[in-house]
């Protein structure tokens, strides 16, 4: 798709490798200090929607991967055990502060780790669980794989999201933005078929989440499909 200017068309460029890890880092060093005031506000209700979802589910090893400024850990119910894993040092010392001053004796560990390459031996935890990660992460495909091998079979995958637009106005702005990905630290153009085949039957569910359904919580049974993999047709 292309939009006619005076100057002639023009098609958005669309770098899908415009973030590396170093490049994560950089940009969470320079939001630490100011993410939960620009971003906890709107993105409380897909963050409170998701864990609400985790602790509704069996199994009580959950891992939270891109835990950030560790929001989302006071949410978990107290028998959950929580380990967090982040790619910024700056936002894990944040997470670190909160996790101290409000006592949350449920959080294991919080722990400097790339999401694509974890250390965790397979099958480590019940749940899985990705806020507002997806989209950051260099790799979304790798970080899904990472996801399902960590955790063990028949537990569960789930990411809360912005999902770029399949079309449309909204569909043509996130695609001219995916050049400023460096300097957002997200890719605003990452679409949900970038993560995973939304009609995967192991997709449990799709559900579209406040402000004005700008958010989208999946959930995934970890079942020995990959549901990252499109569809084969019948
Ligand atoms: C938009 S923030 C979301 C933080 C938190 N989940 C929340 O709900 O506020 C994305 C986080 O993912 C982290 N991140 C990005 N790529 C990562 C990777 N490969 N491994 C671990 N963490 C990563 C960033 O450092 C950042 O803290």
Redesign the pocket.
Known sequence: MSITTPQGPITPAHPRAALD?DS??D??RR?AGV?DTV??GV?AFG?RRAVAAVNRLPGTAVL??????G??LPRYDRTKRVTG????RE?LEKARERTAAEHLTHVDALLE????AMDFADASFDIAV????AS???DAKR?FAEMRRVVRPGGRLLFVNHFAAENGPRWWIERAMAPLSRTL??HPDFALHDLLDPKSPSVETIQSVPPAGLFTLVQVLNDGLDASAPALAA
């Open positions: 890890a994560v880092r940009a969470y939001w993410y971003f906890g993105s963050r939270e991967v891109g835990v950030g400024t929001l989302a894993i982040d790619l910024s936002m780790m790339d999401a694509e990705a806020m507002f990660t950051v992460v260099p970080l630290g997200w």
